[in-house]
């Protein structure tokens, strides 16, 4: 069984903290630190490991927060200009990886009265982790400056520096507090967004797709100026990352974002589907058949996607949209096409026994359907 990540913040990753922080500190109280941070932790999940880790920080770093970052920092480990993550591990050289996490919530919760000292601080650390979920109380409490030193983090020399001023100001970052001012108005990190999305780094560009796809769920309306502005004279690598921020809008089949892709459309022609086996049992898979006859004379650029709409406890259904194929169907042109469909169980999602329909979606349009019965 593969370790889970909460073990990841465990007694020797303390323990290597207490090594780095003494290394640096010769009054910091190793053996206190230890105790204090392993003391319940196997009970805690892994957000609570975190805190947990951090209060026995705050409980043994001097008083001082200005003194307190500068031993943190001294603790770390070289930063690193790649994008390697693999390589964000702790060494004899100092701390990175998953130590720094506990870092970052210290200095999230006890410097925000010293937030000057509290983003230097912050700014080292996510060279060596991210302190993407750490920058997220002081864009609440301290809006104004905080936005102003992210502006200057635009043309820092780190990727991790740089994807932190895209990834810090995401409405909707999972795990993260959302930002309620940002999911309200996202125009404000729109400057941030516009530079990096052409940055030299694929990570940096990464964030801002996902950044923009946060702001679909809010503001679709954005997202399709943003893809009308520039997409038409986009280089690969921001296309690469449009297509990647319009995923949601997508699969919504909004019918301005699948304009700008040139997918907005209606088949020219007929279209089949069937799915097999009729009734399938818990865990199985289901196959489905798509048969593409064209009528036109012209090439069709078509994204092929269906719905699984998904029976819940107390027979109600919930529609899911799966990705299908991307293609270009020629004049005339008769194409089939087949997906293995998977229903495994996982522990994100549960079906129950019952009909569960199948729509075919062509370009964001539903063109046919069918569908199989789920057996206990």
Same mark, same amino acid.
């Given at each position: 069984?593969?370790?889970?990540?909460?073990?990841?913040?465990?007694?020797?990753?303390?323990?290597?903290? =207490?090594?780095?922080?003494? +290394?640096?500190?010769?009054?910091?109280? $190793? @053996?206190?630190?230890?105790?204090?941070?392993? !003391?319940? &932790?196997?009970?805690?999940?892994?957000?609570?490991?975190?805190?947990?880790?951090?209060?026995?920080?705050?409980?043994?770093?001097?008083?001082?927060?200005?003194?307190?970052?500068?031993?943190?920092?001294?603790?770390?480990?070289?930063?690193?200009?790649?994008?390697?993550?693999?390589?964000?591990?702790?060494?004899?050289?100092?701390?990175?990886?998953?130590?720094?996490?506990?870092?970052?919530?210290?200095?999230?919760?006890?410097?925000?009265?010293?937030?000057?000292?509290?983003?230097?601080?912050?700014?080292?650390?996510?060279?060596?982790?991210? =302190?993407?979920?750490?920058? +997220?109380?002081?864009?609440?409490?301290? $809006? @104004?400056?905080?936005?102003?030193?992210?502006? !200057?983090? &635009?043309?820092?020399?780190?990727?991790?520096?740089?994807?932190?001023?895209?990834?810090?100001?995401?409405?909707?970052?999972?795990?993260?507090?959302?930002?309620?001012?940002?999911?309200?108005?996202?125009?404000?990190?729109?400057?941030?967004?516009?530079?990096?999305?052409?940055?030299?780094?694929?990570?940096?560009?990464?964030?801002?797709?996902?950044?923009?796809?946060?702001?679909?769920?809010d503001h679709p309306e954005h997202v399709a100026d943003w893809l009308e502005r520039y997409l038409p004279d986009a280089s690969a690598e921001r296309r690469a990352m449009l297509r990647h921020a319009s995923r949601t809008l997508i699969k919504r089949g909004d019918r301005r974002v699948l304009k700008a892709w040139g997918l907005a459309k209606s088949l020219r022609g007929e279209v089949s589907l069937s799915v097999s086996p009729k009734q399938v049992g818990q865990g199985g898979s289901v196959t489905l058949c798509v048969a593409l006859q064209s009528s036109a004379k012209k090439a069709q650029p078509l994204m092929v996607d269906y719905v699984v709409h998904h029976v819940k406890k107390g027979g109600t259904t919930n529609a899911k949209t799966w990705k299908g194929w991307q293609l270009t169907l020629q004049p005339l042109e008769h194409r089939e096409l087949q997906k293995k469909h998977s229903l495994k169980i996982v522990t994100t999602r549960r079906d129950y026994p019952g009909w569960h329909a199948v729509d075919l979606m062509i370009n964001g349009k539903v063109v046919a359907g069918a569908g199989f019965d789920l057996a206990t």
């Open positions: 069984m593969a370790e889970a990540f909460k073990d990841w913040i465990g007694p020797e990753l303390i323990r290597t903290m =207490a090594k780095h922080l003494r +290394r640096v500190h010769q009054a910091f109280p $190793r @053996e206190r630190f230890v105790k204090a941070a392993t !003391d319940g &932790l196997a009970e805690l999940e892994l957000k609570a490991r975190v805190v947990h880790v951090a209060d026995a920080l705050a409980a043994t770093l001097p008083p001082s927060f200005s003194q307190a970052a500068k031993v943190l920092e001294q603790s770390l480990a070289p930063a690193r200009s790649d994008e390697d993550l693999s390589k964000l591990v702790p060494c004899d050289a100092g701390l990175a990886g998953w130590a720094v996490w506990p870092m970052t919530d210290y200095v999230a919760r006890y410097g925000i009265k010293q937030p000057k000292r509290a983003l230097r601080c912050l700014r080292a650390l996510t060279q060596r982790n991210t =302190a993407e979920y750490a920058i +997220r109380p002081f864009l609440i409490e301290h $809006r @104004e400056l905080t936005m102003a030193t992210l502006h !200057d983090w &635009l043309d820092d020399a780190s990727p991790h520096v740089r994807r932190l001023v895209s990834e810090g100001t995401r409405p909707r970052l999972p795990w993260g507090i959302q930002l309620k001012h940002l999911m309200a108005d996202p125009t404000p990190a729109f400057t941030f967004l516009q530079q990096l999305q052409d940055d030299d780094s694929e990570y940096v560009r990464r964030s801002v797709a996902n950044h923009l796809n946060d702001i679909a769920k």
